[in-house]
């Protein structure tokens, strides 16, 4: 390189300089810091698969909530579900309990 090619280089370099430290700023950023693009698409994904959980247990609690209400309410629904789910019986009662096993 010559004597005036080196100057021509600087003059550009004086006159460009900003847009110059600004795009490598950003490509320093987006590639080389700990929040990378690519640490954003995984906290990205990992906040969306922990929506959908959250939306499976809101869904859960409105169910448990109308149960719950239901238990409240209803003395017969009370008896159904102990008997459903504890297998609650009265004293003059006999109780047979058939389990099934699925073969794969």
Do not use: C, H
């Not at 950003?26 to 906290?43: G, K, P």
């Not at 929506?51 to 869904?59: G, M, R």
Request: net charge negative.
């Amino acid at each position: 390189m010559n004597r005036e090619s080196i100057k021509n280089f600087f003059k550009i370099l004086r006159k460009w300089w900003l847009p110059i430290a600004v795009v490598l700023f950003f490509v320093y950023l987006m590639f080389f810091d700990q929040n990378n693009i690519r640490v954003r698409m995984e906290y990205k994904n990992e906040l969306d698969s922990l929506k959908e959980i959250l939306d499976a247990y809101l869904i859960q609690m409105k169910e448990d909530s109308i149960k719950i209400e239901e238990l409240m309410r209803d003395k017969d629904v009370v008896e159904e579900y102990a008997r459903e789910e504890y297998g609650y019986k009265k004293a003059d009662e006999d109780i047979f309990i058939i389990k099934t096993t699925t073969e794969e």
